[in-house]
């Protein structure tokens, strides 16, 4: 069997944009990893081989001719990019699939957002008309809820199986008259390995008598920043010297919280952050007493669970999640996750992690200031956070989720 996938986010630094880079990075190589033949379709940096193989995984970046007058990311450009991935990708895709199929062989394909809705529907034709669509798997699936408004449901329900990440998403699409399967996302090994060695010990004791927040979100009023603030400032009010650490986007909303944050008398330093833990902890040596740290540079993979575990609450909550993926990560590596009660179908209020139901900050309030009165109820959320992030890896997915349903997705 090949397996092809189509996104236009993918694992180069100029095709990842949030959290479906990490999904379309952590699905292909975990698929690659149990010795799938698989292929990954997708917007590339155009200074970088067209293809590349990485083991059984191969790297196809496609529309560089177009990112090389757009080097400002996967969605600089977007609509020329889209329209040449959803003409030109297909028929190329069909060379490499005609000889497999005609030697007898199964292909799956896997798509990723309304990007690639057209190209789904021009492959599901081409297919058609060579005799061969009863040999391919098609599924596209939604992540978010963004370009709803551009899709031909019905037609893209007659080429593929259609898919999302979870039960929340699943009752939002049939909004649009589309019956969806839920397919959850997933975390690779890495997202479960530990901080270093002392390394949350060092952080607890740079930020001292704080109480450390952690938000990693874009800026977007469905990820409750402005809930995030008053919870700070309340915090505040209320004398248990907070310190938000806030790794937001480049969105403009980005403005509005900070200025926000201003309004409400909180006193926020913004930083880049050179990479590593200890480019992170000297960081937060310079915050000169600030509430909120706002990181201008990306968190590794050394620093980031380190923040994840050690701070007191990771703010993951959201009006609008489709999933929340940042919420599963920080239980991965064992850390507070308070999430929010749309898309995290892994959240169980009290067992697990804290939930939100509203956007009162003083529910938030009450719920860790009585879990900070007793620890061991706090130290059994985070392990059983470990516990069931521990469900949720790709490997799990694919064998569970995935494979068992291929022999009824034939059409």
């Known amino acids: 069997m090949q397996i092809h996938v189509l996104s236009f986010e993918g694992p180069d630094p100029y095709s990842s944009a949030g959290g479906i880079a990490s999904r379309i990075t952590g699905l292909t190589e975990s698929l690659a990893s149990l010795g799938h033949d698989t292929h990954l379709w997708f917007v590339g940096d155009a200074g970088l081989p067209g293809q590349e193989q990485r083991g059984c995984l191969t790297l196809h970046r496609w529309c560089q001719w177009i990112s090389q007058f757009h080097p400002g990311g996967v969605y600089d450009g977007e609509e020329g990019k889209h329209s040449d991935y959803a003409a030109s990708l297909p028929p190329f895709l069909m060379t490499q699939l005609s000889p497999h199929l005609a030697e007898g062989g199964f292909a799956l394909i896997l798509a990723e957002e309304w990007q690639t809705a057209n190209a789904v529907l021009h492959l599901d034709w081409l297919l058609r008309s060579a005799g061969v669509r009863d040999r391919v798997a098609i599924l596209w699936n939604a992540n978010n809820t963004f370009g709803f408004d551009r899709i031909d449901w019905k037609r893209l329900a007659t080429a593929s199986t259609i898919t999302t990440v979870s039960r929340y998403m699943k009752h939002r699409m049939r909004e649009c008259g589309t019956e969806a399967l839920v397919i959850p996302n997933g975390l690779t090994a890495d997202a479960f390995i530990q901080p270093e060695p002392g390394a949350v010990a060092e952080l607890r004791q740079r930020v001292a008598d704080r109480l450390l927040l952690a938000k990693v979100a874009r800026f977007d009023p469905d990820k409750r920043w402005m809930m995030a603030l008053e919870i700070v400032a309340r915090l505040k009010q209320q004398g248990a010297r907070p310190l938000l650490v806030a790794r937001g986007g480049v969105e403009p909303y980005g403005g509005e919280v900070l200025a926000a944050a201003a309004a409400a008398g909180l006193h926020v ?46 703010l993951a909550n959201s009006g609008h999640e489709p999933f929340g993926l940042v919420g599963l990560e920080t239980m991965a590596v064992e850390g507070l996750a308070c999430t929010g009660i749309s898309g995290e179908d892994y959240a169980i209020a009290g067992r697990n992690a804290l939930v939100l139901q509203t956007t009162d900050p003083e529910e938030f ?25 521990k469900h949720y890896m790709w490997s799990d997915i694919i064998e569970r989720n995935i494979l068992p349903r291929i022999p009824l997705l034939r059409q």
């Open 269 to 314: 330093a913004e930083r880049r952050n050179d990479p590593g833990i200890e480019g992170t902890l000297e960081t937060l040596s310079t915050i000169n007493g600030a509430e909120i740290l706002v990181l201008r540079s990306p968190l590794d993979l050394k620093a980031r669970p380190m923040l994840l575990q050690g701070a007191d609450a990771v």
């Open 365 to 389: 309030l009450a719920l860790f200031g009585r879990l900070r009165n007793s620890p061991n109820r706090e130290a059994s959320i985070r392990k059983a956070g470990r516990r069931t992030a």
